[in-house]
Each structure stands twice: as C-alpha cells, then as structure tokens.
C-alpha cells in the first residue's frame, strides 16, 4: 500500500500555470505506474496522465495534451503534474493515484491507492 500526498493546488487565472505535486510513502515507489485524475462538481472522475514506473513513457488525455506534462523523480518518491496555458474548464479536484502494474492504465478502476485532492480553479 502506498500513502499518497498531493500539494501545489490553487486559484489561478486562464492562461496561468500550477505544478502539483503528489509525494508517495514507501521504499517501492519506482515500482509504480503513478497517474492523475480530475473530478469536476456533477462530473466523473476522468484519466489526466500517468507515467510508467522510470518515467521514460508518459501518456495524456487528449483534453490536455501539449498543456500539461507529468514527471517523477523516485529519488524523492514524488510525482508531478506541471500544468500550463490553464483553462476555466481544467477546474476540478485533482487526485493522483498509483498502480502496482508494469504497463500504463487510464482507468480508475486499474490503480489501487489514492490521494485526497487537491482542489484547482481556474477562473475566466
């Protein structure tokens, strides 16, 4: 079981950037495939991106792609999701999210522990 923290949300105007951050307990982080998600009010949680186990493969939803850019570095047991050009629409809570797997998933259903959130709001 992995513990996951996430930190770095915030208030920010369209156009803007935020990094989040997502610190992981545990001596086996880098043998987790890691992956963010997001839940607007009234609205499912849906797949962000997610990054393989070294962090030499990455995937992102289409909704974000050439926007946002996840990262890891495992000496920290930390993930990131550096989000730029920020639109109204990327309001939500975000959850990171980890996956004892050897393959990238982009399913809720595929990862096993998660995060609190943390809550971004961009405004118009």
């Known amino acids: 079981q992995v513990q996951l923290v996430e930190s770095g949300g915030g208030l920010v105007q369209a156009g803007g950037s935020l990094r989040l951050s997502c610190a992981a307990s545990?001596?086996?982080?880098?043998?987790?495939?890691m992956g963010w998600f997001r839940q607007a009010p009234g609205k499912e949680r849906e797949f962000v991106a997610a990054?393989?186990?070294?962090?030499?493969?990455?995937y992102v939803a289409d909704s974000v792609k050439g926007r946002f850019t996840i990262s890891r570095d495992n000496a920290k047991n930390t993930v990131y999701l550096q989000m730029d050009s920020l639109k109204p629409e990327d309001t939500a809570v975000y959850y990171c999210?980890?996956?004892?797997?050897?393959?990238?998933?982009?399913?809720?259903?595929?990862?096993?522990?998660w995060g609190q959130g943390t809550q971004v709001t961009v405004s118009s």
């Open positions: 990054i393989s186990r070294s962090g030499d493969s990455t």
């Open positions: 545990g001596r086996t982080f880098s043998r987790y495939i």
């Open positions: 999210a980890s996956a004892w797997s050897t393959i990238i998933h982009t399913t809720t259903s595929q990862y096993e522990d």
